[in-house]
T-cell receptor, first 114, second 115 residues
Framework: AQSVTQLDSHVSVSEGTPVLLRCNYS??????LFWYVQHPNKGLQLLLK??????LVKGINGFEAEFKKSETSFHLTKPSAHMSDAAEYFC????????????FGQGTRLTINP | NAGVTQTPKFQVLKTGQSMTLQCAQD?????MSWYRQDPGMGLRLIHY???????DQGEVPNGYNVSRSTTEDFPLRLLSAAPSQTSVYFC??????????????FGPGTRLTVT
């Protein structure tokens, strides 16, 4: 069985400061991990994905995430927040055994203060 | 390419009514799925399909039916709507080769309210 826990339901940062959104996962198989972003009243957009290649994954809009197997974590970071980053972020896991069946975390709402 | 399209965008139903949420994709994707999004719970998989004529249940299938007669379309049917089905519904699609993880593309969502 697979599961994802996003450790913060809401994160608030000031514009220009670093962003850290935390995600822990549980998987019986080698996982694939994703971060999706959802802007208000919009669909979901893929930010980045990890599929057993490099453990440090770079995504769009300056985001990156590091896969740490020993800590079962896949935290999302960005060096400098922009107002347009305000959105809901979802950490997602799947496995080769169920490659297209995604299991979502509860979501983290990111607020950017001017 | 239009990508993944969903209709309607908004819908209000009374308890007991039936309706079909439409989903279509023009990317020739084998895999299609339906999720519901509720506050504080992320997205949960309702039903999915790995190709025309093949469907299976996800995490929360009760109260929903699906069919897949073509590669492009994957409608979701609510046979007798209940207030617990008030939610935002997302359709997604991707390539579906077994053992390979592909990016899934999401539609814009349908906001359903059952009174």
């Amino acid at each position: 069985a697979q599961s994802v826990t996003q450790l913060d339901s809401h994160v608030s940062v000031s514009e220009g400061t670093p962003v850290l959104l935390r995600c822990n996962y549980s998987s019986s198989y080698s996982p694939s991990l994703f971060w999706y972003v959802q802007h208000p009243n919009k669909g979901l957009q893929l930010l980045l994905k990890y599929t057993s290649a490099a453990t440090l994954v770079k995504g769009i809009n300056g985001f990156e995430a590091e896969f740490k197997k020993s800590e079962t974590s896949f935290h999302l970071t960005k060096p400098s927040a922009h107002m347009s980053d305000a959105a809901e972020y979802f950490c997602v896991v799947s496995s080769l055994q169920g490659a297209q069946k995604l299991v979502f975390g509860q979501g983290t709402r990111l607020t950017i203060n001017p | 390419n239009a990508g993944v399209t969903q209709t309607p965008k908004f819908q209000v139903l009374k308890t007991g009514q039936s309706m079909t949420l439409q989903c279509a994709q023009d990317m020739n994707h084998e895999y299609m799925s339906w999720y519901r999004q509720d506050p504080g719970m992320g997205l949960r998989l309702i039903h999915y399909s790995v190709g025309a004529g093949i469907t299976d249940q996800g995490e929360v299938p009760n109260g929903y039916n699906v069919s897949r007669s073509t590669t492009e379309d994957f409608p979701l049917r609510l046979l007798s709507a209940a207030p617990s089905q008030t939610s935002v519904y997302f359709c997604a699609s991707s390539f579906g080769l077994a053992g390979v993880v592909y990016e899934q593309y999401f539609g814009p969502g349908t906001r359903l309210t059952v009174t």
